[in-house]
């Protein structure tokens, strides 16, 4: 089950027996759980009908005894399993039974952070009941994420304001959805955000990463790159952490160029180079900026400037300038 099919449960008060939410997510799977409980028991029906338990203490019988214990005032029971990824494998095995054949009146919602899916305990619970992935937030989803968001508030964004809305908050969910909330009630009964609004209300939380100034260098925008570059290194960033980084992003560069070479796909590539799948979209994109001959002499100066890092004397905040540009000048 997605994300949406559960939301789709919930309006539609046809939630399983069994349920399973699980992700690194903590924010959108606490948003979920909430709003299954909401749709379950009323504030009144909660005294007697919803019990939380941790995953670490659980024991299995007593577990199946409160869920086949009847709802008093209500249609049904609420457990929910916090912690799911540490309950004890004698207790998983205790449980397999029940997961099986789950009660009715009774909605049994393990929540965790992490599992391993070759388990029969979650494969039971996958197989029984749905399973719902809270995945992290990927840069390239914010936006979709803000708008269906907006929606919800009855409002819609124009692309500049989505622009800087999304370079001032970055991907942590809790902070889009703090930052959405006081941006809708600044606009009002206006349907539509313009960048205005964003630029009023929204702070600037994003701290810029060492991802940003590799991206930068991947686009060729020198100006940009050495913007970024001073930020994070009056931010404090270790200047050894900025070379490896910017030294692991053109290694990446050059695999993918020579796979792009011989016709593999995304997904061949990420594969065969070992390379995260989100990491090699957006490379894709970034080799016809670099030919295909300029990566020994960009693997030249790193190599030197790893040397010149080395040395007692040096400026370092002036060799990563130097390198930065230098970087840009060879790829043209």
């Known amino acids: 089950m997605t994300v949406a099919e559960l ?3 919930i309006s539609s008060g046809k939630l399983p027996s069994l349920l399973f939410l699980y992700g690194e997510e903590a924010f959108l799977l606490d948003e979920a759980l909430n709003a299954a409980i909401d749709a379950l028991l009323s504030k009144e029906e909660r005294d007697f009908n919803l019990a939380f338990v941790e995953g670490k203490q659980l024991d299995a019988a007593e577990l199946i005894d409160m869920a086949r214990e009847f709802p008093m005032f209500a249609s049904r029971r609420v457990i929910v399993v916090r912690q799911a990824q540490e309950i004890k494998a004698e207790q998983m ?24 899916k070759r388990r029969k305990f979650f494969q039971q619970c996958k197989k029984y009941g749905a399973m ?7 840069p390239n989803k914010v936006p979709a994420f803000v708008r269906e968001r907006l929606r919800r508030y009855n409002k819609t964004i124009s692309e500049d304001a989505l622009q800087l809305f999304c370079r001032r908050v970055g991907n942590n969910s809790g ?11 600044y606009c009002g009964d206006n349907p539509t955000v313009q960048r205005d609004d964003v630029a009023a209300v929204v702070s600037d939380l994003r701290v810029d990463s060492i991802f940003d100034l590799t991206d930068a260098l991947g686009a060729r925008d020198q100006s940009a790159a050495l913007l970024l570059l001073e930020r994070l290194l009056d931010e404090g960033q270790v200047v050894q952490v900025i070379f490896v980084m910017i ?11 020579s796979l792009l070479a011989q016709h593999c796909n995304e997904q061949e590539i990420a594969a065969r180079a070992r390379i995260n799948p989100y990491v090699v979209s957006k490379a894709v994109k970034q080799v016809p900026r670099f030919a295909a001959g300029s990566y020994p002499a960009i693997f030249t100066l790193l190599n030197r400037t790893d040397m010149a890092l080395k040395s007692s004397s040096a400026n370092q905040r002036a060799l990563l300038q130097q390198l930065v540009c230098d970087i840009i000048a060879v790829s043209g």
């Open 93 to 116: 095995e205790v449980l397999s039974d029940y997961l099986v054949n789950p009660v009715v009146e009774c909605c049994l919602i393990f929540c965790a952070a992490k599992i391993d």
């Open 175 to 185: 902070d889009i959805i703090s930052e959405l909330a006081k941006l809708c009630s």
């Open 247 to 257: 030294t692991n992003h053109f290694r990446n560069l050059w695999k993918i160029s």
């Open 132 to 138: 719902v992935e809270f995945k992290p937030l990927y």
């Open 7 to 9: 939301y789709r449960a």
